[in-house]
């Protein structure tokens, strides 16, 4: 069977003071949230938010702990933590230099998931509490070794003041300096 073919009747055309009055009552919302004093906005580095205690930020490694298992690179959701081979002097034979593997991050697929920080057997991988760090180029988003057992600075707490963003039943969302209120 063939199917069946409709038509859309069209709608009644609007009038030119129809046309006018929406275009002015579009105008009048964009002038009430231009004038709104009720808005919120963060002056970044001035002021940066307070990141809860358990934030998924930035991972380190701590060295030491690692045990080169390689759960965290096999877990890793996007590929971005990888395991590199480094000679290292053998604690029990000096003379002689063993291999062993350590992870290192791309920051360039890392998605923040945590599954590494979690799957860690040791504890090696940890989170700090923030995220705010800028690149100049991609390939300062790959961290080495090196780096990744380095914190990064975290500019904006040297710059700014820490504000908690919080909700006010009449106003919306406001922001408190950190220590008065909350």
Not at 13 to 23: A, E, K, P
Request: net charge positive.
């Amino acid at each position: 069977m063939a199917p069946r073919i409709g038509l859309k009747s069209l709608e009644k055309r609007r009038t030119l003071i129809d046309g006018v009055r929406s275009n002015l009552h579009v105008l009048a919302i964009g002038v009430k949230y231009f004038v709104n004093p009720r808005r919120m906005t963060l002056v970044y580095p001035k002021e940066y938010p307070r990141l809860s205690e358990g934030y998924r930020g930035f991972i380190i490694l701590e060295k030491k702990k690692c045990i080169s298992c390689a759960a965290c690179a096999r877990i890793c959701p996007s590929a971005a933590m990888k395991m590199i081979r480094v000679m290292e002097p053998d604690p029990k034979h000096p003379e002689k230099p063993r291999m062993k593997q350590y992870p290192v991050i791309n920051y360039q697929r890392c998605i923040f998931c945590g599954y590494c920080v979690d799957v860690c057997p040791t504890e090696a991988l940890y989170h700090v509490n923030y995220h705010d760090v800028v690149y100049d180029n991609l390939a300062e988003m790959f961290w080495d070794l090196d780096t990744f057992q380095k914190e990064p600075e975290y500019k904006t707490a040297l710059e700014g003041r820490p504000v908690r963003i919080m909700v006010h039943e009449e106003l919306g969302l406001i922001k408190v300096p950190v220590g008065e209120g909350g």
